[in-house]
Nanobody, 116 residues
Framework: QVQLVESGGGLVQPGGSLRLSCAAS????????MNWYRQAPGKQRVSVAT???????TYADSVKGRFTISRDNARNTVYLQMHSLKPEDTAVYYC??????????WGQGIQVTVSS
């Protein structure tokens, strides 16, 4: 059974930084596309950042230039470095590991709150 364990969330002031981590207990981690999503209260879950197996990255417009997604295949871990955080970044952040319809896994979610 695949497990994704997220860490690094919490409360931070506007302008601050956090780094989220997601460790995946999945074989052949390097072939998967890794995603971070977020869901704010009363809103739908949306994609924040993606990193493919070859290291290509994409970002939501709202986080471009502030967030960086990276992966460490030796540690089966994906990261989301977040800088210049804003109150509107407040959400539950979810890690997603995707290969195909049958290999699509989610973490339990971790709270990020940006507030003074």
């Amino acid at each position: 059974q695949v497990q994704l364990v997220e860490s690094g969330g919490g409360l931070v002031q506007p302008g601050g930084s956090l780094r989220l981590s997601c460790a995946a207990s999945v074989s052949f981690f390097n072939i998967y596309t890794m995603n971070w999503y977020r869901q704010a209260p009363g809103k739908q879950r949306v994609s924040v950042a993606t990193i493919t197996s070859d290291g290509s990255t994409t970002y939501a417009d709202s986080v471009k230039g502030r967030f960086t997604i990276s992966r460490d295949n030796a540690r089966n871990t994906v990261y989301l470095q977040m800088h210049s955080l804003k109150p509107e970044d407040t959400a539950v952040y979810y890690c997603n590991v995707y290969r195909d319809y049958y290999r699509n896994y989610w973490g339990q979610g971790i709270q990020v709150t940006v507030s003074s």
